[in-house]
């Protein structure tokens, strides 16, 4: 029997049974979804990881800035973090020397701020399927550590060059200085000594317990007429250039070339030029500066040693103002100790007479009688040459007990000889000013400005 133009029920069961299974989209489907899926699993875990990792690394970094942050801590900052990675992820998966480190230490006059950058490149696991081969793990820390007191020594020279308007611009920047560091909130933690040079420092009667007393100088041989006594000026041998005390009975005094007590530019300068020391009194600081006026030549290594005496903790007890219950304090003992030292003209030759012989009519002091001496002949001390030597031990004596030394060369010749020893001599090159103009506040705004940046942190 033949059939024409009707299928079978069998083969039109079979084509619906055909149309109707899905078996096959299940397993396309899972094909379509399992990259991605993968890829996002995947990646939660390089996540996972990568946050591990930060973590470690921020870890040992902060430790690393504390430890540079510490005041007394004087080893390379870069190292110092180095060391705390490289300790602290032993164990770690990570690579520790492949971390790159950037490290900035900024130390201003009351403290030390550290900012370290951290970065890192991890290898991917899964996300280098999607071309991630890695990522980028970036820490910033940082760390700042105040001083609680300040020490200042404020050496100015008063010498003959500085006549004329070098002279009150300087005491006007002089004056603005102190208003700038003895802020109200900070004044109970500031401390200055003013230090005026020229041929000598008038150091006062603090320093009369180091006076020679016990034996007379031998050009010293009749009494000085009434009314002639120490104005307050020492002697300093070569040997005596650093920040210890001074043994007692072991400065010779520093004589006046003319027994006019009225004359003018003697080498011991007068009484309105003496140092005053360790004070925060705004109005008797400011009145010092006002009250100096010009004497003669330029000692700038006896400034400069002054300066440093004022800061030295051998000191306490032996010079006297407003603040010495504290001060001067001990070394490393978290007190910020600072040294400014400016002029404007080159060291020059150091005069006292011979010994043996003297100026006419020069007149002295020493055992606390009054002597005359007769002979007229030449004098000279040490050289200029030997000015900056010493000038130059100050200051390395300074920076190895962690004073902060600024330097301010003001008009004077560039490529010189004070130029080249002032720049040695300041901590760092940036704290040296060399000043063309008349504009020295520019110097001093500059100091009291590193002095009062970190103060907004306390």
């Known amino acids: 029997m033949k059939f024409y133009g009707v299928c079978p029920m069998g083969v039109l069961t079979n084509l619906k049974a055909f149309g109707g299974n899905q078996r096959g989209n299940v397993a396309m489907m899972t094909a379509l979804v399992a990259v991605p899926l993968l890829g996002l699993l995947g990646g939660a875990v390089d996540i996972v990881r990568m946050n591990q990792m930060r973590s470690e690394i921020q870890g040992v970094v902060d430790a690393g800035v504390l430890a540079i942050s510490e005041i007394n801590n004087n080893n390379d900052p870069k190292k110092t973090v180095e060391q705390f990675i490289k300790a602290g992820l032993r164990q770690s998966k990570l690579d520790p020397s492949a971390i790159k480190l950037d490290v900035k230490v900024a130390e201003v006059l009351n403290g030390k701020t550290v900012d370290v ?267 200029n040459a030997q000015n900056r030597t010493n000038f130059t031990q100050v200051c390395n004596e300074a920076k190895a007990n962690g004073v902060m030394v600024y330097t301010i060369g003001f008009q004077i010749a560039k490529g010189g000889n004070s130029d080249i020893i002032l720049r040695d001599c300041a901590s760092n090159t940036s704290q040296y000013y060399y000043i063309e103009d008349t504009d020295i506040s520019s110097a001093f705004k500059s100091i009291a400005a590193s002095i009062n940046g970190v103060r907004l942190t306390l």
């Open 117 to 383: 950058t951290a970065n890192y490149e991890m290898q991917t696991f899964f996300l280098g399927m999607f071309g991630m081969n890695k990522m980028d793990i970036r820490i910033a820390s940082s760390g700042t550590q105040t001083y609680s007191d300040i020490e200042i020594a404020l050496v100015l020279d008063i010498s003959g060059s500085m006549n004329g308007t070098k002279f009150t611009n300087m005491q006007d920047a002089a004056e603005d200085f102190i208003d700038a560091v003895l802020t109200d909130k900070m004044k109970n933690q500031t401390t200055i000594s003013i230090i005026p040079f020229s041929s000598n420092v008038n150091v006062g009667d603090d320093f009369k317990s180091f006076a020679r007393t016990a034996d007379i100088d031998t050009n010293h041989d009749t009494n000085f007429s009434d009314g002639h006594i120490w104005d307050g000026c020492v002697e300093w041998d070569v040997g005596m250039f650093d920040d210890n005390k001074p043994a007692a009975n072991s400065l010779d005094v520093m004589p006046r070339f003319k027994d006019d007590p009225d004359a003018s530019l003697r080498h011991c300068p007068e009484s309105n030029n003496e140092a005053l020391y360790l004070s925060n009194n705004s109005s008797d600081l400011k009145d010092k500066i006002d009250d100096l006026t010009i004497s003669r030549n330029t000692s700038l290594d006896v400034g400069a040693l002054v300066g440093l005496k004022a800061l030295a903790p051998d000191m306490k007890g032996h010079i006297s103002g407003d603040q010495q219950a504290k001060h001067p304090a001990a070394y490393n003992s978290g007190v910020m100790k600072a040294l400014i030292i400016m002029t404007d003209g080159e060291a020059t030759d150091h005069m006292r007479p011979n010994d043996g012989c003297d100026v006419l009519g020069y007149w002295a002091w020493s055992n606390y009688q009054k002597k005359w001496v007769w002979q007229n002949c030449g004098y000279q001390k040490y050289s």
